[in-house]
């Protein structure tokens, strides 16, 4: 897939994505805030994918290399800022956390881009000082590099229920636990348990935007009972998923 640099000036848009659609890899001069008010989306770059739901958004910073997917319908809003905009100083891309304030002040400032000038400076402005980090992190789900990690991670994102322990993965990759391990910490930034749960619970994401049951989710996703799903769910994102559900 070819990459290109996004033309407009001031990348501000409303895109409505059907299921599975996509917006090719690109990048642009200005930051953005890509918010998927409808569906779930995922944001990938070079450095892993970010999957949001409604209740996060994500800061792209500028000339960041980055492409779109959505899952179920998806209502995405682009909200670009000149590159001096950028209130929190954020140079990677970062979950950001949206209160019902600042879901109504993305919808707004993609409804009329090229509106009254005055008027768009002032909700710009209310929108930046609105700006917070996210504390939940299991949004953001590192890319391997090491060809024996690729091999691992392609195996859990083929099947999030696989529940062979580090050793049994290590056998099939050609490496020991001890090396997949320390890989694991290296690389990634997290232990092999701390990623897997993140791997399930971005596919979870992509099933509950599907309108799959929570229960199905559960066990598609690894976990031994529905409620088990549930607390992590509810630990990572400050909800249950049967309120995502509906």
């Known amino acids: 897939m070819s ?10 848009a409303l895109r409505r994505l059907a299921p599975g659609g ?13 918010y998927a008010a409808t569906g779930v989306l995922s944001v990938t770059t070079g450095e892993g994918r970010w999957t949001i739901p409604p209740s996060l958004a994500i800061w792209v910073p500028a000339r960041t290399t980055h492409g779109h997917r959505a899952y179920g319908t998806t209502d995405v809003h682009l909200v670009g800022f000149a590159p001096g905009e950028n209130p929190l100083e954020l140079t990677a891309p970062t979950a950001l956390a949206v209160t019902p304030l600042l879901r109504e002040l993305l919808i707004a400032a ?18 930046l000082d609105r700006l917070r980090p996210a504390s939940a992190r ?60 993140q791997s399930r619970l971005h596919h ?9 049951p929570v229960t199905v989710v559960a066990h598609r996703c690894g976990w031994s009972t529905p409620s088990a799903f549930i ?9 249950t998923p049967g309120r995502y559900a509906r």
């Open 22 to 34: 996509a917006i090719d890899t690109h990048w642009h001069d200005e930051h953005q805030i890509v």
């Open 231 to 239: 607390d992590v769910y509810r630990r990572a994102f400050g909800h």
């Open 204 to 212: 979870a994401l992509v099933l509950l935007a599907r309108d799959v």
């Open 3 to 12: 990459i290109y640099r996004h033309q407009p000036e001031a990348p501000t």
């Open 110 to 127: 993609t409804q009329d881009p090229g509106g009254d000038a005055g008027e768009r400076a002032r909700l710009r402005a209310v929108l």
């Open 138 to 197: 299991p949004v953001h789900l590192p890319a391997p590099r090491d060809p024996r990690l690729v091999a691992v991670c392609a195996a859990l994102h083929a099947d999030p229920a696989d529940g062979r322990s580090l050793a049994a993965f290590g056998a099939v990759a050609g490496a020991g636990e001890r090396t997949l391990s320390r890989l694991f910490r290296a690389e990634l930034g997290m232990t092999f348990p701390q990623w897997r749960t």
